[in-house]
């Protein structure tokens, strides 16, 4: 496969979000070339308000990548599509991809896409959210069919920011819930870093360990055909994780 031939997959976050591109690019390389768009910035705006604006602007956001042949697009914003419910969800995503000519999921539709492969149903939520958005983002999995068996708030020292969660804060707060071994949890959210937290979450035990990252990825690979491998032919470990405890269903 040639540089020039390699699928190409368009990914939208928002403007600060430092985790979505790197998480996503290590675990679809070198099978796809990632490629951004970002939402503007909204300064003065609350939270709630940038949700609302990005559903309003993610036609024209996608629309930027203009000529660019794209085999997929995955946009990695949680928050702004839980506001949608999954039915809204899959329209506006359906609606965009129907009018680019390619493949359109938010994050939380490829991670219902997940779990309906997986057969998951039953689910822990990691979140690391506002308790107002934590409980729209537990109704959007509710509605969909999901059933949240306990939810674990994250926090960033003493505050609510996805942004600023470190690997030490993941790791501390998951670990004194004192989950089952055999849990699913769902990280939910595309800026919070998770990788090396994974690693020491799931060390040990058999839980099926499910990021939005994680599962946009995997969308993208499952819609475009691309077979992600490293030098050595495996999987990019998340991803051989999900297999791994998932059989062949994965």
Known sequence: MTMHSTARLGVVVPSGNAAAEPEIAR???PAMH???SRFPV???RTLRERLDVYNEQLPDVIAGFGGLALDAVAVACSGSHYLLDPDGDRE???EIAQRAGYPVASSTLATLDTCADLGLTDIVLVSPYEPWLTDLSAQYWQKAGLNITRVVPVRAGERFSPYDVT???LVRQVGAADLAPDA???FTGTGMFTFEALERIGDGNDRTLLTSNICAARWALKHTD???AGP???LPRPLRRLADRAGSRA
């Open 27 to 29: 675990l679809t390389a």
């Open 34 to 36: 990632l490629h951004t």
């Open 42 to 44: 909204l300064p003065g």
């Open 92 to 94: 506006l995503c359906d």
């Open 167 to 169: 690997t030490g804060d």
């Open 184 to 186: 699913t949890l769902l």
């Open 226 to 228: 691309a077979t992600p």
């Open 232 to 234: 050595d032919g495996a």
